[in-house]
């Protein structure tokens, strides 16, 4: 059988292929977030719908939906345990919006679909609130909109692309009060959070560390935070954004000390600082963990709306709760300072601990150095000096691709392999200090960033995710000692960063474009982001207060937003109101006594063309149709009587002086045209 062209399809079948493939554009999206067999079913039974319309087949029985939709219900209690809650909701909502396909007969069932699709847009915004995201909703919602202005146009063959810009049109109408709405209709955070849902974190940091976990995280450059700092900022090598500390270690896995020290052994923060703060504003991606990440050390809380944080005894500031959505914060932080205690306290024996039976060849090489006479009476501060020494000096180095290391972790990097990441190193590190009875442990966060040329915001990388280490010594307290900057400087000092190697595909495909206009057009995108986190996504409460004090309110809370928000909506309408009066009166009143008689006429069913004189719809209304009578009907003659009339008073209209009887011969027949019926 010889299947139509696109060109040539009938209507209905191009009007049902569009809206399937706006329905796909709207539900695409949203395949990582809901079960395969969900996105596999969507595609099925959209392409299945297709194929109908495209033969113009019939639709399925409504014993296939009904079982379709129990197999459905079925599956969707299997994967989320429940029919309840953000995911197994969305799961149902693509479902249904799928099915409701298979019976789209009927306008009344399109507006269904076109109801559903709109929700489903607005279910992306649970997972993501991306500038691209943004975008694609953007082109959903038109498509949305196209396909609802067709479904409501007359029958015939209208084309697609005027439904397009009428659709258009109506979207740019409505965006000054979109706009309006968005800058004064009170806030309330988190708008598309939900905490309820479990989603695992992007950032890498955790209470716990097992070697080869941070390693992953090189390989992934999105964007943990940005930062702006008010003045100069730190040099690139002082940037450490701490997070959590760990120093509870079982011979595998690093974690944060336990809570239920006694307290004799918990040992208090005794932060010192000194000289001038750095200033910065941060502003978080969501990221579902209770840290906030700050730069070493910030003894005060950092400003933030809607949270309250709280600092450890290790420095490190923890949200009341975790971070669901974008996340913006003013900081003050001071680059000089000290913490912890500055003579030997019981607690210290907490950072010595080792396990029995892991790195026997580490502990050996601490016994040899304390054995050797070159180093008698040392420090711990000489103990440090001399691990990074030999860090520097013995061909050890900073890689992505260590291998996997085996239950003697610290032996294999000291003696064998010599290469690792980051985690590795530090891990090394301190099961070295501690063998050396030297207080050590390990800080987990970022460190460093790459500054933006377009906006000058420092941007921090998932790929910036570092773990350093902390020794205790005498009179001084905690020490940063980070052990990387010992095998690779450039890892810290500068703004290098190793990268993974590109496959085939994307050599084949980037291998060619310039690195620096890459960077500079990486730096563009990152910028306008930047500018959509800050604008829209953080746009607080706290901010719309703030206009309303720039406008000059005092103290402005979410009452005087509605109040603005009124007072605008009343203003805009009277000046709608007064706009179409105007424009009313500058249109000459007869030539709308004629277009309302023509549009009367056309619900009718009787058409004119655009310059169509009374004289000429006069004759075509009493022109007899084809093997009737030529006599006219009385409303065919009333309406006859009444245009002639309509055209004498256009050509012989009085003069300036006699204007009040126009209008009144005008009225007369505007108060007709109420009557005037046509018959049916």
């Known amino acids: ?9 009938p209507r209905d079948t191009r009007d049902t292929l569009f809206v399937l493939a706006v329905i796909a554009w709207v539900i695409a999206p949203l395949t990582p977030e809901i079960p395969l067999w969900c996105s596999l079913l969507s595609m099925a039974v959209m392409v299945w719908r297709g194929l109908l ?11 296939w939906l009904l079982g379709l939709l129990a ?26 919006l799928a099915l409701k396909t298979l019976e789209l007969r009927a306008r009344r069932d399109a507006f269904v679909v076109f109801f559903l699709g709109f929700f489903l847009l607005l279910t992306h915004f649970f997972y993501s609130q991306s500038l691209l995201t943004a975008a694609a909703m953007l082109v959903a919602l038109l498509g949305l909109l196209t396909a609802l202005v067709n479904a409501h146009m007359p029958v015939g063959r209208p084309p697609l692309w005027q439904a397009a810009r009428l659709a258009g049109s109506m979207a740019l109408l409505g965006a000054p009060i979109m706009l309006l709405l968005f800058v004064l209709f009170p806030r309330v955070a988190p708008l598309w959070g939900l905490p309820g849902d479990a989603m695992t974190g992007r950032s890498g940091l955790s209470a716990s560390m097992t070697v080869g976990n941070i390693a992953s995280l090189a390989l992934d450059g999105s964007v943990a935070m940005r930062v702006r700092f008010d003045g100069a900022p730190p040099p690139q090598s002082a940037l450490y954004f701490r997070g959590p500390v760990l120093s509870y270690f079982d011979g595998r896995t690093w974690q944060a000390r ?3 020290l006694p307290s004799r052994w918990r040992l208090p923060a005794d932060l010192q600082v000194t000289g001038e703060p750095v200033r910065y504003q941060v502003t978080l991606e969501p990221n579902r963990l209770p840290w906030l990440l700050v730069l070493d050390a910030t003894p005060q809380a ?15 500031w923890i949200l009341d709760q975790p971070a669901t959505d974008l996340l913006r914060y003013e900081v003050r932080s001071y680059p000089n300072f000290s913490h912890g205690p500055r003579q030997g306290v019981p607690g210290l024996q907490e950072y010595l601990a080792l396990p029995d039976g892991f790195n026997p060849r580490t502990l050996q090489l601490a016994a040899e150095w304390q054995r ?3 180093h ?7 103990w440090v000096a001399l691990a990074m020494q030999r860090l520097r000096s013995e061909g050890y180095r900073y890689t992505l691709d260590p291998g996997v290391y085996g239950r003697h972790s610290a032996d294999e990097f000291w003696f064998d392999r010599k290469a690792g990441f980051c985690e590795h190193i530090a891990s090394s590190f301190v099961i070295l200090m501690r063998a050396l009875n030297v207080p050590a442990r390990i800080v987990t966060g970022y460190q460093g960033g790459e500054k933006n040329s377009v906006d000058d915001f420092w941007t921090v990388r998932q790929s910036d995710a570092h773990a350093w280490t902390e020794v205790w010594l005498e009179g001084q307290g905690w020490q940063r000692v980070d052990p990387t900057s010992a095998v690779a400087p450039g890892r810290t000092g500068t703004l290098q960063r190793l990268s993974p190697p590109r496959g085939r595909i994307a050599e084949a495909i980037f291998g060619s474009v310039n690195p620096a206009l890459a960077l500079n057009l990486r730096a563009a995108w990152d910028a306008v982001n930047n500018r959509w986190n800050q604008w829209v996504l953080n746009y607080t409460q706290g901010r719309q207060l703030e206009l309303l004090k720039n406008i000059g309110f005092k103290e402005p809370d979410w009452q005087d937003l509605i109040y603005v928000l009124c007072a605008i909506v009343v203003l805009a309408s009277l000046g709608g109101a007064a706009w179409s009066a105007w424009e009313r009166h500058q249109q000459d009143p007869w030539l709308r006594l004629l277009q309302q008689a023509a549009d009367k006429l056309r619900v009718a069913g009787i058409g004119f063309t655009a310059n169509s004189t009374p004289r000429h719809m006069a004759r075509q209304l009493l022109a007899p ?12 003659q009333a309406w006859h009587d009444w245009l002639l009339r309509l055209e004498t008073l256009r050509y012989a209209r009085p003069d300036a002086g006699q204007a009040t009887h126009f209008r009144r011969q005008l009225a007369t027949l505007r108060n007709e045209l109420k009557h005037l019926q046509w018959p049916h």
Request: proline share 12%; with cysteine; hydrophobic share 40%.
């Open 53 to 63: 319309a495209w033969r113009g087949q019939p639709l399925p029985s409504k014993w």
């Open 1 to 9: 059988m010889k299947l139509p062209t696109p060109s040539h399809l």
């Open 625 to 636: 149709a084809p093997g009737s009578s030529p006599k006219a009907s009385p409303q065919g």
């Open 376 to 382: 008698a009476g040392a420090g711990n501060a000489q």
């Open 258 to 260: 336990p809570s239920t």
């Open 372 to 374: 050797d006479p070159r």
């Open 71 to 96: 197999l459905c219900l079925g599956a969707t209690l299997i994967s989320f345990k429940t029919l309840l809650g953000r995911d197994a909701g969305v799961t149902l909502v693509v479902v249904l």
């Open 302 to 316: 950092p400003v933030l709306a809607g949270k309250t944080a709280r600092m450890t005894r290790e420095l490190q």
